[in-house]
């Protein structure tokens, strides 16, 4: 959320605020027997207040936080992407390394998604995947439909998937209807906006960011109260407004008072 947009929001709520103490101001004329009128009204424009434009801002607490997190940090995050090996992986990764801000790219696990595979094919295509294709450091099997692949450094997971493949439709008929390899982008925690923004649109997706910087931020998201408790604070803040504008001359002379005694004391 821009910076300006939250300073209007903010003032907008307290031009409401303002709304309700003029009219509690109005009591001398209107009479102290609309004390509950007085604190209805707080109360009901505190709540709209605070759903319309204290809210909005409050959700967006979290991703302000990071922005100052980010820019103020020099630590590193980790931004996750899914690539397809439908398409170029090697390219979308040469593409990655060269936005500034990226420190490193590391292609990892792959998960692949196949026809049914029977359960009496399970552990002999597991003992023999490594084997089968060279490049496969270990498959795991984690459901009828789902294979897990780790690959050695530097293999090309489109050759490997292709490999993968052919080997298993030629010895059990099951065949692979898509694979998504998981990179691992580090990247400068000040920079992890520019780069995501700088991302290959169409060729990867996002599929998480992790780091000191995004840890801080789930903290806080923990930390905060509910957004409805925000909400009806909102209300009783305007109950305290309304009721400090209807007693406003009681308050400064209770004040006056206090500060008289304290000048009394000194002297």
Do not use: H
């Not at 897990?148 to 080997?167: C, F, R």
């Amino acid at each position: 959320m821009e910076t300006l947009f939250v300073i209007l929001m903010i003032v907008l709520f307290f031009i409401l605020m303002a709304f309700v103490f003029s009219t509690a101001l109005l009591t001398p004329l209107i009479g102290k027997k609309n004390l509950l009128f007085v604190v209805g009204l707080g109360f009901v424009v505190g709540l709209i207040g605070g759903a319309f434009f204290i809210a909005p801002v409050y959700d967006d607490l979290p991703d302000m936080a990071r922005a100052v997190y980010m820019s103020s940090s020099d630590q590193q995050e980790v931004v996750t992407l899914n690539i397809s090996t439908d398409s170029d992986v090697n390219r979308a990764i040469a593409d990655v390394k060269g936005i500034p801000g990226v420190l490193s790219v590391e292609s990892g696990k792959i998960t692949v998604k196949t026809t049914n595979i029977n359960s009496d094919w399970k552990s002999s295509l597991e003992s023999r995947m490594t084997t089968a294709v060279s490049n496969i450091t270990s498959g795991k099997i984690v459901s009828n439909e789902t294979i897990m692949v780790e690959l050695e450094p530097g293999s090309d997971p489109t050759v490997v998937i292709k490999k993968l493949k052919n080997w298993m439709n030629l010895v059990s008929g099951i065949d692979i209807r898509f694979s998504i390899v998981e990179v691992k982008v580090v990247v400068d925690a000040s920079k992890v906006d520019d780069v995501v923004r700088q991302l290959p649109q169409g060729e990867v997706v996002v599929n998480g960011i992790s780091g000191p910087v995004e840890k801080e931020v789930q903290t806080l998201k923990k930390t905060l109260p509910p957004n409805n408790n925000v909400i009806l604070f909102c209300g009783f803040f305007g109950v305290v407004v309304g009721l400090a504008g209807m007693f406003i001359d009681t308050i400064l002379q209770g004040l006056k008072a206090i500060v008289g005694r304290l000048l009394k004391k000194d002297s």
